[in-house]
């Protein structure tokens, strides 16, 4: 069955280094998402991206953070310069088109402790 | 903005018994309604899903749900806990309109005794 991964599953970094997390969403989907969730709270939604361009955004998603789709499978986030609080565990979803609401999948998760 | 209330952020069952996990959304319009597990060190897993195809949705594990619209609840039950049950259980909720972000209810933690 397709699933979606995500690279590295833990990363430790010094508060001001930039960190990119990688994700391979589920190849026939068209729909992207990064989720976060800080330690003890809810699961917040980033950002979405559709067609090489965020289609919405949250208040969290700032402009220390950016989305990219480099190639024709990865699809990254990349936080630029790292803030204690931004220590949490980063989720990459992907769903497709069929449908007005189709299902988001999510990866495993990347756990990031920022320094 | 819509949301989703989950009561209770820890429930526990004996092994074998009923369990129901409570989630309440507020929408004038029905949503679109998702129940996600995470077992620990994990990422989320669909259980199930409302698309206003059917008011009684059944999942993997053994799980449904039943969208009451009088209610506004989409309460998760299975009618037998089993030890491999406990994990975190989100509520989730997507809007209707252009967006598709899907907003989260804080968890419900559901711990099975043997």
């Known amino acids: 069955e397709p699933e979606v991964t995500q690279t590295p599953s833990h990363q430790v970094t010094q508060m001001g280094q930039e960190v990119i997390l990688r994700c391979v969403p589920i190849?026939?989907?068209?729909?992207f998402y990064w989720y976060r969730q800080i330690l003890g709270q809810k699961v917040e939604f980033l950002v979405s991206?559709?067609?090489?361009?965020?289609?919405?955004k949250s208040e969290i998603f700032d402009d220390q953070f950016s989305v990219e789709r480099p190639d024709g499978s990865n699809f990254t986030l990349k936080i630029r310069s790292t803030k204690l609080e931004d220590s949490a565990m980063y989720f990459c979803?992907?769903?497709?088109?069929?449908?007005?609401?189709?299902?988001?999948?999510f990866g495993p998760g990347t756990r990031l402790l920022v320094l | 903005a819509q949301s989703v209330t989950q009561l209770g952020s820890h429930v526990s069952v004996s092994e074998g018994a009923l369990v129901l996990l409570r989630c309440n959304y507020s929408?004038?319009?029905?949503?679109?309604l998702f129940w996600y597990v995470q077992y620990p060190n994990q990422g989320l897993q669909l259980l199930l899903k409302y698309t206003s195809a059917a008011t009684l949705v059944k999942g993997i594990n053994g799980f449904e749900a039943e969208f009451k619209k009088s209610e506004t609840s989409f309460h998760l039950t299975k009618p037998s806990a089993h030890m491999s049950d406990a994990a975190e259980y989100f509520c989730a909720v997507i809007r209707s309109g252009s967006a598709r972000q899907l907003t989260f209810g804080s968890g419900t933690q559901l711990t099975v005794l043997p």
């Open positions: 991206f559709y067609n090489n361009e965020i289609s919405e």
């Open positions: 190849s026939n989907h068209l729909y």
């Open positions: 929408s004038s319009v029905p949503p679109y």
């Open positions: 979803a992907s769903s497709g088109t069929s449908g007005s609401r189709e299902t988001q999948y």
